[in-house]
């Protein structure tokens, strides 16, 4: 009965898993699905922003494929020094690393690291009640923030910048956080790109939410969005491309509102260096502007403007991390593979395989994570028969008896369901639906509970 071990409860573990126990080539697989979190779900759970519900109503379809009878999940498990990957290949029969893209890419100028920049990243996980995050005040005694990139993070950060507490009251978003964001004075926050409106990566839907904002105005400049080659005529631009730029053509013919707040969006502008205050705090952003050079990217022109904030969010990309044990492409980010196998010195590692983000690097929307894992499920079970079984020798013994042995003591499924009742107890006491837990010992308290 082979047992593998998916590393990784995202998307991309999810519908690995369910790709394996959903097959008929090879019977009776058992999976055992691991996170470091005692919380399965992934980004669904800690990167889609709480305005967002559709999107995370996903978790019940990853919870569809968790609750099969021949998928286990097991939380708090943590690979590293006392479980490296050698001692998980011994424990089961293969091991698909599914971890995503941990890190956020960084700017490289100077000021990057002052008090008051952070990345969208550490942002998005305060506000979603990430265990790992940290309250750094993000928003207070803000009135201007910059958020540089032009992807749907960056839409999100912004979004949630602007939001008022009447609209974040009904997510599931912590206390904490609620406290703040409904507190905030920030008034203007800019939404800053280097290229033009019809490279940028957000999607239409995304970018039509802020002007649905209350008491908020979205901000244009025509003079810089008539300097993109598709912006004249965008019927000649692909259809994605196409709708971003007939919504901004909307917002820039809107005269002038009295609003409370106000999203400025800003094209063709390079950051060069985040400027500190008297105080050493982030005090604005300098940009070059640049232009079209017409292969698709751009060129800087020698001119240079400042923008004014308080908080500077950087949003442009993510980035794989290393994970002691397995082979790393520190270029890509992304572990070496052929077809999902993963590759050790240019040559195929028996038994481990990657899926998702750390297979393919940080592109794609959740559903791009179906065929990626499709494609390493194939490889894995074409390459099972002849792999024999790592635990032959004990058939009898449960990978989970391995885990205990190294130190380990894993949040079992019920543990994860007694943390969702504690957070609806939570949310009712608070006249809300269920509340986010945002730290270690909460989470860790609750999943005893059962």
């Known amino acids: 009965m082979p047992h593998i071990a998916v590393v990784g409860s995202g998307p991309s573990g999810v519908y690995t898993a369910q790709g394996l126990v959903r097959q008929d080539r090879v019977p009776d697989i058992r999976v055992d699905v691991l996170d470091r979190l005692p919380c399965p779900y992934g980004l669904v759970r800690y990167g889609v922003a709480p305005d967002h519900e559709k999107i995370k109503s996903l978790q019940n379809n990853l919870r569809t494929v968790l609750e099969d009878e021949r998928v286990r999940f097991l939380g708090g498990v943590e690979i590293g020094p006392a479980l490296p990957p050698a001692k998980l290949l011994e424990l089961y029969d293969a091991v698909v690393y599914c971890v995503g893209a941990a890190a956020d890419r960084r700017l490289g100028i100077p000021g990057e690291d002052l008090p008051g920049s952070w990345s969208a990243t550490d942002f998005v996980a305060w506000y979603s009640a990430h265990p790992d995050a940290v309250d750094s005040g993000f928003v207070r005694g803000v009135r201007t923030a910059v958020a540089i990139g032009v992807g749907n993070v960056s839409v999100d950060v912004t979004r949630m910048l602007a939001r008022g507490a009447t609209e974040l009251l009904p997510t599931d978003m912590p ?219 004990g058939a009898a013994q449960d990978p989970l008896t391995g885990l205990i042995a190294v130190g380990v003591r894993p949040v079992p499924w019920d543990g994860w369901r007694a943390i969702e009742r504690a957070e609806a107890e939570l949310g009712r006491g608070l006249g809300r639906g269920p509340v986010k837990i945002p730290d270690w010992d909460g989470l860790l308290n609750a999943a005893r509970e059962t």
């Open 175 to 393: 206390c904490a956080a609620l406290d703040t964001l409904g507190a905030s004075e920030v008034r203007d926050v800019y939404m800053v790109g280097r290229r033009g409106p019809s490279q940028a990566r957000f999607t239409t839907k995304e970018l039509r939410e802020l002007g649905g904002l209350p008491d908020t105005e979205v901000v244009l400049g025509e003079r810089e969005l008539a300097l993109d080659p598709g912006y004249a005529d965008p019927t000649a631009l692909p259809a994605a491309q196409r709708r971003n730029v007939e919504v901004l053509r909307g917002w820039a013919a809107v005269p002038p509102r009295d609003t409370r707040r106000r999203i400025h969006l800003r094209f063709y502008l390079r950051p060069v260096e985040v400027l500190a205050g008297g105080d050493g705090r982030v005090a604005g952003v300098r940009f070059e502007r640049t232009r079209p050079d017409g292969h698709g990217g751009v060129a800087g022109t020698g001119v240079f403007e400042e923008i004014g904030a308080e908080l500077v969010l950087r949003s442009v990309g993510y980035r794989g991390v290393p994970l002691e044990g397995l082979p790393f492409d520190e270029r890509g980010g992304t572990v070496p593979h052929k077809a999902g196998r993963v590759l050790r010195d240019a040559r195929v590692a028996p038994g481990e395989y990657v899926a998702g983000w750390i297979k393919r690097g940080p592109t794609g929307v959740i559903g791009t994570n179906r065929p990626c894992a499709k494609e390493t499920v194939t490889s894995l079970l074409d390459d099972l028969a002849g792999m024999g079984t790592a635990t032959e020798a």
